[in-house]
């Protein structure tokens, strides 16, 4: 007598089902896909054109009409206000670098210097352009990580060791090694908190200013390329059996004794 194959009851599984996505999530992808790609394009033309617009209603009342290019042109010629302010500029830098143009130029500060309130705006603006656009300076080249406020961190960007008068009037003095550093808010960078630090208090990080920058807009989104090859160069020694990267170990440290 033949044996009756037992059952368990169970309907076996078919194939998987191939779930289709809908026409409108395919319209919504196309178009994300295209935001992402077409929108910072178009923001970087809108932010370049305003410039050049910005530039040539400055500089353009001040040329004579026959030397425009638009007087003899039947249309417009953007940018021809920037090509002037560049090569005006330039040639101011030239007439400085002799000793007439030094004269002049001292002449000229000696005039503002005697001016109560103009005088303040003059020196603490030309401060800020001789430290932003000197090429010897050494401000905002570094970024960094401080608690604050306790318990969290923030992201610094460090600048000059401030001056010895300032150091002796600090706790502790000159004894510490002091450090400018400045905390800017968050997605606007021109903002922010400046701080006189110890060194000891800055964990420094691996990255530009110019990445810095970036996660500070994005609030953290876009996360600096420099970090992730570091995170994958950690992960392949991991993979082949390092017990510890030579970077992290750097990086720990350093975060160790800061604290």
Known sequence: MARRKRTSGLTPLGPPLTVRPSSLGVIRTYFLTGLIVAGPVAITIYLTWS?????????TPF???RYLPDTYLPVQIPGFGLIVAFVGLTLVGFLTANLV???LLRLGEDLLNRMPVVRGIYKA???VFSTIFSQSGTSFRKVGLVEFPEGAWSVV???AEPSPSIERLLPGGSAHDWVSVFMPCAPNPTTGFFFLLPRSKVIELPISVEEGTKLVISAGLIQPESLQDLDRAIDASAVAGEQDHPARSSLTASSRSNR
Do not use: E, M, N, Y
């Open 101 to 103: 143009g030094r004269t």
């Open 63 to 65: 040329i004579p009409a």
């Open 51 to 59: 410039f050049i617009k910005w530039v040539d209603g400055w500089v």
């Open 125 to 127: 603006l030309k401060q």
């Open 157 to 159: 960007f460090i600048s």
